[in-house]
């Protein structure tokens, strides 16, 4: 039996606040932005070249969830992707280098949902 991890539903105070982040400045895809009824948005971006996408929005969940931290980017190379984020008004952390291969840089939304940008040099 497969299990995918396809959506991860990040908490937010502002939606178009959060939706500008991901699209204008990390580069994620606008999946979709739809008002279903009853108050409820739901905004859906998916990193580039994942196969698992983020929601947002409002009417779904609980309006004071804690951030979620600690979600991973893979990247092929976490220098380039450190600075593109960086050319987009993005603070990024300066690269970590955890040994084996292993690199890492760090940001966060602007609701404080973290991120790590992760090498894996094979």
């Given at each position: 039996m497969?299990?995918?991890?396809?959506?991860?539903?990040l908490?937010?105070?502002?939606?178009?606040?959060?939706?500008?982040?991901?699209?204008?400045?990390?580069?994620?895809?606008?999946?979709?932005?739809?008002?279903p009824?009853?108050?409820?948005?739901?905004?859906?971006l998916?990193p580039?070249?994942?196969?698992?996408s983020?929601?947002v929005?409002?009417?779904?969940?609980?309006?004071?969830?804690?951030?979620v931290?600690?979600l991973?980017?893979?990247?092929?190379?976490?220098?380039a992707?450190?600075?593109l984020?960086?050319?987009n008004?993005?603070?990024?952390?300066?690269v970590?280098d955890?040994?084996?291969?292993?690199?890492?840089?760090?940001?966060?939304?602007?609701?404080g949902?973290?991120?790590?940008?992760?090498?894996i040099?094979?």
């Open positions: 497969d299990m995918r991890l396809e959506l991860v539903p908490p937010t105070r502002d939606v178009d606040r959060s939706k500008r982040f991901y699209v204008d400045q990390v580069g994620f895809h606008l999946d979709h932005d739809v008002e009824g009853n108050g409820m948005r739901i905004v859906q998916t580039p070249g994942s196969a698992c983020v929601v929005g409002v009417g779904m969940g609980t309006a004071d969830a804690p951030p931290q600690g991973h980017l893979v990247v092929d190379d976490v220098e992707a450190r600075e984020l960086r050319s008004d993005v603070d990024v952390s300066e970590s955890m040994g084996g291969g292993v690199r890492y840089a760090y940001f966060s939304d602007p609701d949902n973290s991120w790590a940008l992760q090498e040099r094979r």
